[in-house]
């Protein structure tokens, strides 16, 4: 299992265009096939930070919705300047644009799941 916590903060002039994006973006992605959990989260008191937290079956379920937004919304930044790990290099340029910032985090499960016992 895979968990993304994505942490931008929203271009304030491009609030409206966000909500719409997120609305939709969230109704698709959580079709998408090995996809566990897709919200986004909005700062009480900090309405224009907003964190995704996502969890994927597997790199490929990842990987596939990835190359499906990249689909959907366009290739992301080609900019060379920017590190190939840079997370515009793999997100739509038009979806990352809507931010004054953005990181991508990835995390793991400190226990494994499966083999704890349910009570």
């Known amino acids: 299992m895979i968990t993304v916590f994505f942490h931008v903060k929203v271009n304030p002039s491009r609030e409206a265009e966000f909500n719409a994006i997120v609305a939709e973006l969230t109704a ?15 700062r009480i008191g900090s309405p224009q930070e907003v964190v995704l937290y996502e969890q994927w079956r597997d790199q490929d379920a990842l990987s596939a919705h990835v190359a499906r937004l990249v689909r959907d919304m366009g290739p992301p930044d080609d900019d060379p300047s920017l590190p190939a790990t840079d997370v515009r290099r793999r ?26 016992t349910p009570v």
């Open 91 to 116: 997100l739509p340029k038009a979806f990352m644009d809507l931010f004054d910032s953005a990181e991508a985090i990835r995390y793991e499960p400190v226990v494994d799941l499966t083999e704890i």
């Open 28 to 42: 698709s992605s959580r079709q998408d096939d090995g996809c566990i959990e897709y919200v986004f989260h909005r």
